[in-house]
């Protein structure tokens, strides 16, 4: 079992410790140095259980980027609550899922969420505690807590730190449970390979409910570094962030890094910046020298991992021109293997499934030991041959290692594609397209469009109905799911295509609407 002294806090108070009046965070109106961020997290950690906040609560903690934000996740970890870090941009659907599985006791978030946030219908009453300056204060009448609620079956004695959510293959998020352990681990292994220092000034682009986007905290925390509190919305929020505070690095998903070819970038600017890494999906050969050349004091490092098991690969910046195209090699502490359907090693060039060992392997789904059992695993043939025989997560993606041990993504293994750096559930689209009474059936699915990053998301139909019944689903899809998962076009059909295995046939309908200029297309959502 983990020791009690092992917690994320610990990042906090160490760097108060080395570099106290140093800037830790900031936001679009103020900072806080390391000094007085410890000491409000240790406020926020007080005043929880002075609100019966006990250890091993789960705490749903809306992630708006915001300084008292950071303050109040720390202070949930100090009080040895479990963080569940929760996007603002989820509808209130996903957030009630959330609230619900994790047994949540508490909900914290901003002034300008309370009233949103008293919307949500979940199993039990949960009071919304808002975080003006960092004291905590109830947005609703009286601040007494719902009854305690156990962990999830399993996690009795495991000393989580936090529940990430990410879009499951069969519909609505589930939770990844992350120990202490597992984060600081990972903090540890990500501040060495991009050598992060007390010097560097890291920009936070990426959303904290993201563990990449959480990961920037922890590793800036770990090298008393700078981090800057930026929402994207559009190309110039790069450009002007860098400019203003002196950026050195930054990690974004490819749609981003598309993007910031578009923003105008002054000398100023990115004079600074000293590496630039990708993750949540492939950024081509050409994007990173385009890249380069507009940033060329700066290292590139595509990176590959998944939730489950934080970060897995990355790509020596020395070996992104001699090994175009791969995902690397291992992060520091970790073990990959690309395995067969027996779970021996496949040899070079041969497609496999990538697993992961090490340090940084989840403890598993929360409240879904179906799914826990199909992807945690024990050490397959191919590890216990290397003496290691602790659990490991099979990633779910067809990889081939080269002979020289690099890595190179093939394909996705279940039904499921990447927008924005976000895993999208074709189920839950399809569940909630299903419950309009015109729609028959339905399949979602992805497409490439030529030089753009990210796949196109597209949805077919099996209706009789109106011709309205396809804005009709695109205007409840927009109600019910955030921006970056609704179809960007939805068709209408009164047959879905079928293969051979009386599956629905996406390769050939997409080819007959969205090859055939002629073909009509009713969305709305362009």
């Known amino acids: 079992m983990q020791s009690p002294s092992i917690n994320v806090a610990n990042l906090l108070t160490e760097a108060c410790r080395k570099f106290n009046d140093r800037v830790a965070v900031v936001d679009r109106t103020r900072s806080l140095n390391f000094r007085t961020l410890s000491e409000q997290a240790a406020a926020i950690a007080q005043q929880l259980g002075d609100l019966g906040c006990v250890r091993g609560d789960r705490i749903a903690l809306i992630v708006d980027k915001q300084v008292e934000v950071v303050a109040t996740l720390f202070g949930c970890f100090l009080a040895e609550a479990v963080l569940v870090p929760v996007n603002p941009q989820l509808k209130l659907r996903q957030i009630g899922h959330i609230l619900s599985d994790s047994g949540a006791r508490i909900i914290i978030g901003t002034q300008k969420r309370a009233a949103i946030l008293r919307e949500i219908e979940t199993d039990q009453a949960l009071p919304v505690i808002v975080t003006p300056d960092c004291e905590l204060s109830p947005a609703t009448e009286g601040s007494r807590l ?3 609620r156990a962990p999830a079956s399993g996690f009795e004695d495991t000393p989580l730190a936090t529940l990430f ?29 991009l050598d992060n220092r007390a010097s560097d000034v890291i920009l936070a682009i990426l959303p904290l409910s993201f563990d990449a986007g959480f990961s920037q905290l922890t590793t800036g925390m770990r090298a008393g570094a700078c981090v800057v509190l930026q929402d994207y919305l559009l190309p ?36 600074n910046l000293r590496y630039f890494a990708n993750t949540g999906g492939h950024l081509p050969q050409a994007l990173i020298k385009q890249l380069t050349e507009l940033f060329p004091g700066a290292s590139p490092y595509p990176m590959y991992g998944l939730t489950e098991a934080f970060r897995s690969s990355y790509l020596s910046p020395d070996m992104v021109w001699q090994k175009p195209g791969s995902i690397g090699k291992a992060i520091p502490g970790a073990i990959l293997c690309v395995v067969d359907e027996n779970g021996d090693e496949c040899p070079p060039d041969r497609p496999g499934e990538l697993i992961h060992a090490g340090p940084t392997v989840a403890a598993g789904y929360w409240n879904n030991p179906g799914e826990t059992r199909k992807r945690f695993r024990p050490a397959p043939p191919a590890l216990l041959q290397r003496g290691y025989q602790e659990t490991v997560v099979f990633s779910g993606d067809l990889v081939r290692r080269d002979a020289d041990g690099y890595l190179f993504y093939e ?15 074709f189920a839950e689209i399809e569940d909630i397209a299903l419950a309009h009474p015109e729609v028959r059936s339905c399949a979602a699915g992805g497409r490439k469009t030529g030089a753009a990053t990210d796949p196109e998301l597209i949805l077919f139909l099996e209706t009789d109905g109106p011709d309205t019944v396809a804005e009709q689903v695109a205007e409840q899809l927009r109600a019910e799911l955030p921006g970056y998962a609704v179809p960007s076009r939805i068709f209408a059909r009164r047959r879905l295509i079928l293969n051979d295995n ?25």
């Open 146 to 148: 719902p009854e305690w």
């Open 165 to 193: 959510y990410t879009s499951g293959s069969t519909g609505l998020p589930k939770a990844v449970a992350c120990t202490h352990d597992n984060i600081l681990s990972g903090a540890q292994s990500v501040s060495t390979y």
């Open 236 to 271: 110039a929020d790069l450009s002007r962030a860098c400019r203003q505070h002196g950026v050195t690095g930054i990690t974004g998903v490819p749609a981003i890094w598309a993007a910031a070819l578009r923003a105008r970038w002054t000398d100023e600017a990115r004079q």
């Open 411 to 425: 394909a996705r293994m279940d039904s499921q594609i990447k927008i924005l750096g976000n895993r999208i559930s």
């Open 502 to 526: 009386n599956k629905y046939d996406m390769k050939r309908m997409i080819a007959e609407h969205c090859n055939d200029p002629s073909r009509g297309a009713s969305s709305g959502t362009d």
